[in-house]
C-alpha cells in the first residue's frame, strides 16, 4: 500500500513506473493515429479511457511511497515534450482528438481535471480501503466506458429509449461491467471478502454508479461516478470503516 510520504523508490517502484509511462505514451500515440486515420473518434478516446483508468487503478496502491507515481508522471511528461519538440501541436491535437462530438478541448482538459479531482477525494477520504479506491477508478475505466462502448452500435435496438442520448442498451454496459469493476477489485484488493455473499451489495453499487451516470451531463460523469461508487461500497459493503485514515 503506498504511503503518502516521498521516498526512496524500490525496485518494484522503478519497473510499475516505467512500464506505466510507456505504457501510457503507446496507447496514447495509437489513439492520435487511430482518430486521424477516419475512424470514429469515440473508439480511440474510449481506447485511452480503458487502458489509462486500468493502469493508474492497479498500479498505484502498489507503490511504496508517493515517489512511484510521481516518477510515472515524469516520464511521460519526458515522451509527451519530447514529442511537442517535434511537433509543436501535438498537444492541441491530442486534446482534440479526446474530445467527445460537438465539444471542444477545453471540456476534454475539464473532465481529465475533474476525473483527477474525484480521484484524489476518494483516495484521501477512503485511504485505509484501497479496495475503494480502484473500484471507483475501474467504474469509470470500465463501466464508463462499456456505456458507449454498447450504448454506440446498440443504442436503441432493443429498447426504443433515450435520454440525452443515452440508451437503456448502454446503461446495461455500465451496470455489468462496473459490477466487474467492484468484484475485481475485491478480490485483489480485499481477499478476505466473500464476494458472493455481498453480490446483492455490489449489484446495489452498480445500479448507484448506473444512475449516476445516466443522469450525467457531458464531463460530469467522470466525477460523480467515483464518488458514487466510493459512498455506495463504503455505506453497503464497508459501513463503518473510519475515513481519512493515513
Known sequence: MVDLVFGDLTPTDVVMAIATGFIVSAVLTAAYYLSGSGMPKWRPRKLVHISMGTVVGMTLVGYSNLSGPLFAAGIFLFILFYAWGHKSVLIGELLVAGSRDNETSQNTFMAGFMAMISFGSVFLVFFSRPEIFVAAILA???????????????????????????????????FIFTSLAVITS????????????????????????????????????????????AVAMWLLIFPGVPLFVF
Open 140 to 174: 469509470v475505466a470500465w463501466g464508463d466506458a462499456a456505456g458507449e462502448v454498447f450504448g454506440r452500435p446498440y443504442g436503441g435496438k432493443l429498447f426504443n429509449i433515450n435520454y440525452r442520448n443515452k440508451s437503456i442498451e448502454g446503461s446495461i454496459g455500465v
Open 186 to 229: 475485491l478480490i485483489v484488493y480485499s481477499p478476505d471478502t466473500c464476494v458472493f455473499c455481498i453480490l446483492p451489495q455490489i449489484l446495489i453499487v452498480a445500479i448507484c454508479a448506473t444512475l449516476a451516470e445516466f443522469l450525467s451531463v457531458r464531463w460530469t460523469d467522470n466525477f460523480f461516478i467515483p464518488m458514487v461508487t
